[in-house]
């Protein structure tokens, strides 16, 4: 293994190494296993990511057999970037990694890309900035990264260096389409603001943040933890798409912003640190109670690999938030709210002839007068469970909410079936629980969208319908000529 390789490609601005040794082996006719072994006599099996911080003497034989000095190699790595907490695993802040801390999903590396650079490239390459983990902005041209195939819906994954056939930068495994574009959403001014500020503390260790002050980076990380663990497990959908709705007002968007940000990913966790750190800790102990999460001590406890010293840091930034007031207060401010309203609920208990409403609004007036829960439910012979949704629905959505009577999916007219359905399509967000929507969770948004009561039946119905009906992804508000109508 000596002298220069035949091949040469010179590494292109802010190219990850990974993605260098790629383009490499490939000229190569080589994986970019093959090649690493072949070339600079690493084997990648068991250290495919040994690119990001590789050693002196890898770069060295690196340096030597392709002529790029190791300063400009050292570039392309994490060399004196600080990794804390696994945060340069892929979608780091995704609600899926709230839920699940300790799993690697199978099979490559999800990527999260910029459609713009790719387009701009003679030669697509991958940065390395898409390689933090937790980036969600290109920072060249403000757009949201993306992370899933526009031709055919399949999750986007970058190389290891462990793939065993050459690699094709920036296509799509599975229809090989390059996943470049000119169009895509631009991203908040804040959440670039705070992208920018949270990789100065990724270099440099420690910094000032807004909102939370002087911190380290694995402090900072571990507080991005404990928001999305608070918000992503054991909470209701309801309480979450009410929060969602909050921040977009609060940070002065369009309401149906809110639809088109992918709170499960890592922008839309940037997002939510944006509007927490905007009144820090204050909004962070609205959220909590909001939610109706556990206390700020029990997530804390929650988090794994916390030194001592970080807990206490985490507890005392975290302040005043940890006495966050508990769902039941909410509920009995929305029950005090309506009296003053002048809202008589035993009055319109008495009136009502329908009986299931009428049980409804018994319990919400005997909980209102101050009865437990447990009395109001026993007496109209429901679960404690149940009392508390139309409760939770109540404080949410309204008392119309709680007692409105369902419509069937076939006493919608078509027209009102198309605007449903395609919003349904279009904005409903799918994925497994806890962190995609229910039927209950979308019917109670389609009441307010379109002042129409649905059953989770005909929510289930619609979504199917419609789905059938559109190729995955296509724009994400979809215009209602566009549906034909039904009978
Ligand atoms: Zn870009
Ligand atoms: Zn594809």
Same mark, same amino acid.
């Given at each position: 293994?000596?002298?220069?390789?035949?091949?040469?490609?010179?590494?292109?601005?802010?190219?990850?190494?990974?993605?260098?040794?790629?383009?490499?082996?490939?000229?190569?006719?080589?994986?970019?296993?093959?090649?690493?072994?072949?070339?600079?006599?690493?084997?990648?099996?068991?250290?495919p990511?040994?690119?990001?911080? +590789?050693?002196?003497?890898?770069?060295?034989?690196?340096?030597?057999?392709?002529?790029?000095?190791?300063?400009?190699?050292?570039?392309?790595?994490?060399?004196?970037?600080?990794?804390?907490?696994?945060?340069?695993?892929d979608?780091?802040?995704?609600?899926?990694?709230?839920?699940?801390?300790?799993?690697r999903p199978n099979g490559g590396y999800p990527a999260?890309?910029? +459609?713009?650079?790719?387009?701009?490239?003679?030669?697509?390459?991958?940065?390395?900035?898409?390689?933090?983990?937790?980036?969600?902005?290109?920072?060249?041209?403000?757009?949201?990264?993306?992370?899933?195939?526009?031709?055919?819906?399949n999750i986007l994954r970058h190389p290891g %260096?462990d793939a065993k056939?050459?690699?094709?930068?920036?296509?799509?495994d599975r229809?090989?389409?390059?996943?470049?574009?000119?169009?895509?959403?631009?991203?908040?001014?804040?959440?670039?603001?705070?992208?920018?500020?949270?990789?100065?503390?990724?270099?440099?260790?420690?910094?000032?943040?807004?909102?939370?002050?002087?911190?380290?980076? +694995?402090?900072?990380?571990?507080?991005?933890?404990?928001?999305? !663990?608070?918000?992503?497990?054991?909470?209701?959908?309801?309480?979450?798409?009410?929060?969602?709705?909050?921040?977009?007002?609060?940070?002065?968007?369009?309401?149906? $912003?809110?639809?088109?940000?992918?709170?499960?990913?890592?922008?839309?966790?940037?997002?939510?640190?944006?509007?927490?750190?905007?009144?820090?800790?204050?909004?962070?102990?609205?959220?909590?109670?909001? %939610?109706?999460?556990?206390?700020?001590?029990?997530?804390?406890?929650?988090?794994?690999?916390?030194?001592?010293?970080?807990?206490?840091?985490? %507890?005392?930034?975290?302040?005043?938030?940890?006495?966050?007031?508990?769902?039941?207060?909410?509920?009995?401010?929305?029950?005090?709210?309506?009296?003053?309203?002048?809202?008589?609920?035993?009055?319109?208990?008495?009136?009502?002839?329908?009986?299931?409403?009428?049980?409804? %609004?018994? *319990?919400?007036?005997?909980?209102?007068?101050?009865?437990?829960? $447990?009395?109001?439910?026993?007496?109209?012979?429901?679960?404690?469970?149940?009392?508390?949704?139309?409760?939770?629905?109540?404080?949410?959505?309204?008392?119309? *909410?709680?007692?409105?009577?369902?419509?069937?999916?076939?006493?919608?007219?078509?027209?009102?079936?198309?605007?449903?359905?395609?919003?349904?399509?279009?904005?409903?967000?799918?994925?497994?629980?806890?962190?995609?929507?229910?039927?209950?969770?979308?019917?109670?948004?389609?009441?307010?969208?379109?002042?129409?009561?649905?059953?989770?039946?005909?929510?289930?119905?619609?979504?199917?319908?419609?789905? !059938?009906?559109?190729?995955?992804?296509? +724009?994400?508000?979809?215009?209602?000529?566009?549906?034909?109508?039904?009978?």
């Amino acid at each position: 293994m000596k002298g220069r390789l035949p091949v040469h490609v010179t590494p292109a601005p802010d190219e990850a190494l990974l993605s260098w040794l790629c383009r490499l082996g490939a000229l190569a006719g080589l994986s970019p296993l093959a090649f690493a072994r072949l070339a600079f006599g690493i084997d990648s099996r068991t250290r495919p990511e040994w690119w990001r911080r +590789p050693d002196p003497d890898q770069l060295a034989v690196i340096s030597l057999r392709t002529g790029v000095s190791p300063g400009k190699l050292c570039e392309m790595t994490f060399e004196g970037w600080l990794a804390a907490r696994d945060d340069e695993h892929d979608e780091r802040l995704s609600a899926w990694r709230a839920t699940h801390p300790k799993r690697r999903p199978n099979g490559g590396y999800p990527a999260a890309i910029c +459609p713009h650079c790719l387009a701009s490239d003679k030669v697509p390459y991958l940065r390395r900035a898409w390689m933090f983990g937790w980036l969600a902005v290109c920072p060249d041209h403000r757009v949201v990264l993306e992370r899933k195939c526009r031709a055919c819906g399949n999750i986007l994954r970058h190389p290891g %260096l462990d793939a065993k056939k050459p690699i094709r930068i920036g296509c799509c495994d599975r229809c090989g389409v390059l996943a470049a574009s000119v169009d895509g959403p631009i991203a908040l001014d804040s959440v670039i603001e705070l992208q920018q500020t949270m990789l100065a503390l990724k270099r440099t260790g420690r910094g000032g943040m807004p909102g939370v002050g002087i911190v380290d980076w +694995p402090v900072f990380t571990a507080i991005v933890d404990l928001v999305l !663990r608070a918000v992503w497990t054991g909470t209701a959908v309801k309480a979450r798409e009410h929060l969602f709705a909050r921040i977009i007002a609060d940070l002065g968007r369009e309401p149906d $912003e809110r639809f088109r940000i992918e709170w499960q990913g890592n922008y839309g966790a940037l997002v939510l640190m944006t509007w927490l750190l905007g009144l820090w800790p204050d909004r962070l102990r609205q959220m909590l109670e909001w %939610l109706n999460a556990p206390g700020v001590n029990d997530i804390i406890a929650g988090l794994s690999n916390l030194a001592e010293a970080q807990r206490w840091k985490l %507890l005392e930034v975290t302040g005043e938030a940890i006495h966050h007031r508990p769902r039941s207060e909410i509920w009995r401010e929305w029950l005090d709210r309506l009296r003053e309203d002048g809202v008589d609920v035993w009055k319109l208990a008495r009136e009502e002839r329908n009986w299931q409403r009428k049980e409804r %609004l018994t *319990a919400l007036a005997m909980v209102s007068e101050g009865r437990t829960i $447990e009395v109001a439910a026993h007496r109209v012979r429901a679960s404690v469970k149940l009392v508390e949704r139309w409760l939770d629905i109540g404080a949410i959505y309204g008392l119309d *909410a709680v007692t409105a009577k369902p419509i069937r999916s076939c006493e919608l007219t078509p027209i009102q079936r198309d605007s449903i359905g395609g919003w349904l399509v279009s904005n409903g967000r799918s994925g497994p629980q806890p962190i995609g929507w229910t039927a209950e969770h979308a019917r109670s948004e389609i009441a307010l969208r379109f002042g129409i009561l649905v059953t989770p039946s005909a929510v289930r119905q619609l979504l199917h319908q419609y789905r !059938r009906s559109h190729r995955p992804f296509a +724009p994400r508000i979809v215009p209602l000529r566009d549906h034909k109508p039904r009978e």
